[in-house]
């Protein structure tokens, strides 16, 4: 339909208000209490207009657009009534706009702006309402707030929890909670719905919840924007919450192709972002993608990318989570991928560096498979031919063998020996070793007293394999006190019940031989420090506590103080820090045509960094290989969430649900998974306990008046 606005002709959608069609016309009204996705209240009177043939200036937000209207925002009487409503608002409201967190994005002040009234012209009545800052996640700023029922609206009409509501006080109106009892006594979902829809700085993020380097987006919604894949968790944990497996697990795999080894075994920095801290506790996410993998019966594998084949050849050297994910993706844009490993079996750091009791043969085989058969697709000839056992000192050379790009991600697979007296006694190990030969089926022998020197997550694999084979005692001793120690809390608590000692904030002194030049370990002198950091240049300095020193009798040492990769000084690749490989945004090395990803260029850091990474370098090496580097997976169709979220169940605000373990003392002499599967009951109670704090950036940001 058309009508006419301030003199010009607009094309209005049906059912649209005046407001609405003007705005979508580029026509500025002011306007306040009205939200795009919200049901127009006609309670602040900014929008005034006045309609030809009608009496009286109406509000454009609550009045219909028809065929042949004419209206005018700009008539002497919407003008009076505006600017009266205007000062009306501003007559209660603090004039201190730079203090307020919405300052540069507040609606009433564009608004204010907009009409030219000045904050120092303001009539200020004050109103001594005490800030509500005793809820998690949510602030509520009562000085600020404008009454405009937004926040009303968008609790009770657009999620269906009904928590906020206009309360009569001695001060006037203002929005609060029936019964002023807090939030979550109240129901509420802490979905921020009211947070988003507020134009004022009245409710908002709890100060220093959001970060300055993180974008709107990656604020609302923390868990995916630090996972360095970006998994999409809210949308996977909605399936869980509902028990799709499939689809949850197909949510998972449009990132990573390890869906259930990252469920086992991801450090999940995205839980320590989880807004749900705040609130006792965070989702367990990880644990959940597991619970989705167990159950998952394939029926994504259809809607893998699969095009046609290029004629381009492109090596991997090094079959680790890096290398894996990019072989996979290289070969869904039709390129011929050889991998190239010099272990006789797949898998990297994933098979090699992780205990079995935390991450299976079984487990990571199924996954490996998974990953050459949709690689391979229904091609007569496999994509991808993998060259176990066959180590690569010169990947440059591969460009002279017929291959188009060559990707190194041959990981950190030496371990550090720190330059101390005793290390190289007899029965002293290297994490790295150790590890593997226990994986390998030949395990080091530890019968014995064992000290691993080392605090992160490694060191207590090392300790917790020690422990299963067979050693009289195991202690582990590190550097940081345990509050700064890189292992996570689980990871110690676990190692504390099967044995495990920790002397954390110890500096290691010596390995000392059993008796003078017998040549074998007799034990370990360390010494507790007060104070540990390392200084500008990135040096440790210890701060040592005089007469602190231990002697702990050991039989074997293992050091767990960092690895590093192998084979890369030969290279004839430029180098940083040593041994690892430069490379660009691009993740190219410093030869054209070869590219690096995951530890061997980040150093150690995550399974879930080096999938990233495999992701990057995949991209960039499809590109070189004159592809469009998408490899943006679709399998399944995308849902829009449904808005609603109802009341919150009492069972809301519990804590996380725990799996089951195996008890210590049955763990202790075998490599068995002892953490089990949530039950699909668990999984779903604990996937309810998600905000959805994404269905947040499904409401409209409304526009200022400078964006029309
Ligand atoms: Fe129309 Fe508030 S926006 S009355």
Same mark, same amino acid.
């Given at each position: 339909?058309?009508?006419?606005?301030?003199?010009?002709?607009?094309?209005?959608?049906?059912?649209?208000?005046?407001?609405?069609?003007?705005?979508?016309?580029? #026509?500025? !009204?002011?306007?306040?209490?009205?939200?795009? /996705?919200?049901?127009?209240?006609?309670?602040?009177?900014?929008?005034?207009?006045?309609?030809?043939?009608?009496?009286?200036?109406?509000?454009?937000? *609550? %009045?219909?657009?028809?065929?042949?209207?004419?209206?005018?925002?700009?008539?002497?009487?919407?003008?009076?009534?505006?600017?009266?409503?205007?000062?009306?608002?501003?007559?209660?409201?603090?004039?201190?706009?730079?203090?307020?967190?919405?300052?540069?994005?507040?609606?009433?002040?564009?608004?204010?702006?907009?009409?030219?009234?000045? &904050?120092? *012209?303001?009539?200020?009545?004050? *109103?001594?309402?005490?800030?509500?800052?005793?809820?998690?996640?949510?602030?509520?700023?009562?000085?600020?707030?404008?009454?405009?029922?937004?926040?009303?609206?968008?609790?009770?009409?657009?999620?269906? =929890?009904?928590?906020?509501?206009?309360?009569? %006080?001695?001060?006037? #109106?203002?929005?609060?909670?029936?019964?002023?009892?807090?939030?979550?006594?109240?129901?509420?979902?802490?979905?921020?719905?009211? =947070?988003?829809?507020?134009?004022?700085?009245?409710?908002?993020?709890?100060?220093?919840?959001?970060?300055?380097?993180?974008?709107?987006?990656?604020?609302?919604?923390?868990? $995916?924007?630090?996972?360095?894949?970006?998994?999409?968790?809210?949308?996977?944990?909605?399936? =869980?919450?509902?028990?799709?497996?499939?689809?949850?697990?197909?949510?998972?795999?449009?990132?990573?192709?390890?869906?259930?080894?990252?469920?086992?075994?991801?450090?999940?920095?995205?839980?320590?972002?989880?807004?749900?801290?705040?609130?006792?506790?965070?989702?367990?996410?990880?644990?959940?993608?597991?619970?989705?993998?167990?159950?998952?019966?394939?029926?994504?594998?259809?809607?893998?990318?699969?095009?046609?084949?290029?004629?381009?050849?492109?090596?991997?050297?090094?079959?680790? &989570? @890096?290398?894996?994910?990019?072989?996979?993706?290289?070969?869904?844009?039709?390129?011929?991928?050889?991998?190239?490993?010099?272990?006789?079996?797949?898998?990297?750091?994933?098979?090699?560096?992780?205990?079995?009791?935390?991450?299976?043969?079984?487990?990571?085989?199924?996954? !490996?498979?998974?990953?050459?058969? !949709?690689?391979?697709?229904?091609?007569?000839?496999? $994509?991808?031919?993998?060259?176990?056992?066959?180590?690569?000192?010169?990947?440059?050379?591969?460009?002279?063998?017929?291959?188009?790009?060559?990707?190194?991600?041959?990981?950190?697979?030496?371990?550090?020996?720190?330059?101390?007296?005793?290390?190289?006694?007899?029965?002293?190990?290297?994490?790295?070793?150790?590890?593997?030969?226990?994986?390998?089926?030949?395990?080091?022998?530890?019968?014995?007293?064992?000290?691993?020197?080392?605090?992160?997550?490694?060191?207590? /694999?090392?300790?917790? %394999?020690?422990?299963?084979?067979?050693?009289?005692?195991?202690?582990? @001793?590190?550097?940081?006190?345990?509050?700064?120690?890189?292992?996570?809390?689980?990871?110690?608590?676990?190692?504390?019940?099967?044995?495990?000692?920790?002397? /954390?904030?110890?500096?290691?002194?010596?390995?000392?031989?059993?008796?003078?030049?017998?040549?074998?370990?007799?034990?370990? %002198?360390?010494?507790?420090?007060?104070?540990?950091?390392?200084?500008?240049?990135?040096?440790?300095?210890?701060?040592?506590?005089?007469?602190?020193?231990?002697?702990?009798?050991?039989?074997?040492?293992?050091?767990?103080?960092?690895?590093?990769?192998?084979?890369?000084?030969?290279?004839?690749?430029?180098?940083?820090?040593?041994?690892?490989?430069?490379?660009?945004?691009?993740?190219?090395?410093?030869?054209?045509?070869?590219?690096?990803?995951?530890?061997?260029?980040?150093?150690?850091?995550?399974?879930?960094?080096?999938?990233?990474?495999? *992701?990057?370098?995949?991209?960039?090496? /499809?590109?070189?290989?004159?592809?469009?580097?998408?490899?943006?997976?679709?399998?399944?169709?995308?849902?829009?969430?449904?808005?609603?979220?109802?009341?919150?169940?009492?069972?809301?605000?519990?804590?996380?649900?725990?799996?089951?373990?195996?008890?210590?003392?049955?763990?202790?002499?075998?490599?068995?998974?002892?953490?089990?599967?949530?039950?699909?009951?668990?999984?779903?109670?604990? @996937?309810? $306990?998600?905000?959805?704090?994404?269905?947040?950036?499904?409401?409209?940001? &409304?526009?200022?008046?400078?964006?029309?």
């Amino acid at each position: 339909m058309r009508l006419t606005i301030n003199g010009q002709e607009v094309e209005a959608r049906e059912g649209a208000s005046v407001l609405d069609a003007a705005l979508e016309a580029g #026509i500025f !009204i002011p306007h306040l209490c009205s939200h795009p /996705d919200l049901e127009a209240a006609g309670g602040c009177r900014l929008c005034m207009v006045e309609v030809e043939g009608q009496d009286g200036p109406v509000p454009a937000c *609550r %009045t219909q657009a028809r065929e042949g209207m004419v209206v005018s925002s700009t008539g002497e009487r919407a003008e009076h009534v505006r600017r009266m409503a205007m000062e009306l608002i501003l007559a209660t409201h603090p004039t201190d706009c730079t203090g307020c967190p919405k300052y540069g994005t507040c609606e009433l002040q564009s608004m204010y702006q907009y009409m030219g009234v000045s &904050p120092q *012209r303001w009539y200020v009545k004050s *109103r001594p309402v005490a800030t509500d800052d005793s809820n998690p996640l949510i602030t509520h700023m009562f000085t600020r707030c404008i009454r405009c029922g937004r926040c009303v609206r968008a609790c009770r009409e657009v999620r269906g =929890v009904g928590v906020l509501d206009y309360q009569r %006080t001695e001060s006037g #109106i203002r929005i609060g909670i029936d019964g002023s009892v807090s939030l979550e006594e109240a129901g509420c979902r802490f979905c921020g719905a009211c =947070v988003e829809v507020c134009p004022t700085g009245s409710i908002v993020d709890v100060v220093g919840l959001n970060r300055d380097d993180r974008s709107r987006e990656g604020n609302v919604v923390p868990c $995916r924007d630090t996972c360095p894949a970006h998994v999409d968790i809210p949308r996977y944990l909605r399936y =869980v919450k509902e028990g799709e497996w499939e689809e949850a697990t197909a949510v998972v795999r449009e990132k990573v192709p390890f869906p259930e080894s990252l469920g086992c075994i991801c450090t999940h920095n995205c839980e320590g972002e989880c807004k749900r801290n705040h609130l006792s506790g965070p989702l367990s996410i990880c644990r959940l993608k597991r619970a989705a993998a167990v159950r998952d019966t394939g029926e994504w594998k259809s809607r893998v990318r699969h095009e046609p084949l290029t004629g381009k050849r492109a090596a991997v050297v090094g079959a680790g &989570p @890096a290398g894996l994910t990019a072989a996979l993706y290289l070969a869904e844009k039709g390129h011929k991928v050889t991998v190239f490993e010099a272990n006789e079996r797949l898998g990297g750091q994933l098979r090699y560096g992780i205990p079995a009791y935390r991450l299976p043969d079984a487990t990571l085989d199924g996954e !490996i498979d998974t990953i050459l058969e !949709i690689a391979n697709g229904s091609d007569d000839e496999p $994509r991808v031919e993998v060259r176990a056992g066959e180590r690569v000192t010169d990947p440059v050379g591969l460009l002279d063998q017929g291959y188009d790009a060559v990707l190194v991600s041959v990981g950190t697979h030496a371990g550090t020996r720190l330059p101390m007296k005793g290390s190289e006694l007899e029965g002293v190990y290297l994490n790295t070793d150790f590890l593997k030969a226990a994986r390998e089926g030949h395990p080091l022998d530890v019968s014995g007293r064992v000290m691993v020197l080392g605090g992160g997550n490694v060191a207590y /694999d090392c300790a917790r %394999t020690a422990v299963r084979l067979g050693a009289t005692s195991v202690d582990v @001793a590190c550097l940081e006190a345990e509050e700064k120690m890189t292992s996570t809390p689980e990871e110690r608590t676990e190692a504390a019940e099967e044995g495990v000692v920790l002397h /954390d904030a110890y500096a290691f002194n010596s390995i000392d031989e059993t008796e003078e030049g017998s040549g074998r370990v007799g034990g370990v %002198t360390i010494q507790k420090i007060s104070r540990f950091y390392f200084d500008e240049n990135h040096r440790a300095v210890t701060e040592l506590v005089e007469g602190g020193e231990l002697t702990i009798p050991a039989d074997y040492v293992i050091f767990a103080v960092g690895q590093k990769p192998e084979d890369t000084m030969g290279m004839g690749l430029e180098l940083t820090h040593g041994p690892y490989l430069v490379a660009d945004a691009n993740l190219q090395t410093s030869h054209e045509g070869v590219f690096a990803a995951g530890d061997v260029v980040t150093g150690t850091k995550s399974v879930i960094g080096a999938i990233a990474q495999g *992701r990057t370098a995949a991209e960039a090496m /499809d590109r070189y290989l004159g592809g469009d580097g998408d490899i943006t997976a679709e399998l399944l169709d995308y849902e829009k969430a449904s808005p609603r979220l109802g009341r919150a169940p009492e069972t809301f605000y519990e804590g996380r649900v725990e799996p089951e373990f195996v008890p210590a003392e049955q763990r202790e002499h075998n490599f068995e998974v002892f953490e089990c599967p949530f039950s699909e009951a668990e999984a779903k109670e604990e @996937a309810s $306990r998600c905000l959805q704090c994404d269905l947040r950036l499904q409401l409209t940001t &409304p526009r200022l008046w400078n964006e029309y």
